[in-house]
């Protein structure tokens, strides 16, 4: 095996089952997030619609991500092992930009991100979430 490089097997969640070969030993850290292919949006009717692929900035509402935890390495066995340990749900900031759109930031437990948070001025009631504007995103 090639200096610096190692095997990576995963089990459970997502990913159950995958084999990495090769994989850079200075990306394997102690914990690993890995999102979903599918996120949740607004569709143009104000109701939540489940998309597939590559996530839109401009539509996500909400995501799913796996989160792994790598295994204590066993004697005479090479490679590293990631076992699941939870799914966490990401939130997108509910804040309105100046432009007029909704802020792309993942949001924290206020349901805004931590930008909008530290702004003095922010009223969360004023700028509510509006399905106006998204629906203008959309079409």
Known sequence: M?????DVCYFGGIL??????QEDTRSLFQKIN???KS???IDHKGG????????KAHLWDHRLTDVYEKMKSKKGVSGVAYKFSYTEIAFRCNAITKAG????????LSRVCSIHNKLKS???FKHAFNFVEIN????
């Open 2 to 6: 090639a200096r610096g490089k190692t």
């Open 16 to 21: 159950d089952g995958k084999v990495v070969l």
């Open 34 to 36: 890995v999102y979903h």
């Open 39 to 41: 996120f949740y949006a």
């Open 48 to 55: 939540q619609a489940l998309l597939e692929n590559e996530l």
């Open 101 to 108: 759109t909704r802020c792309k930031n993942e949001a924290d």
């Open 122 to 124: 922010f009223d969360i």
């Open 136 to 139: 203008k995103e959309i079409k």
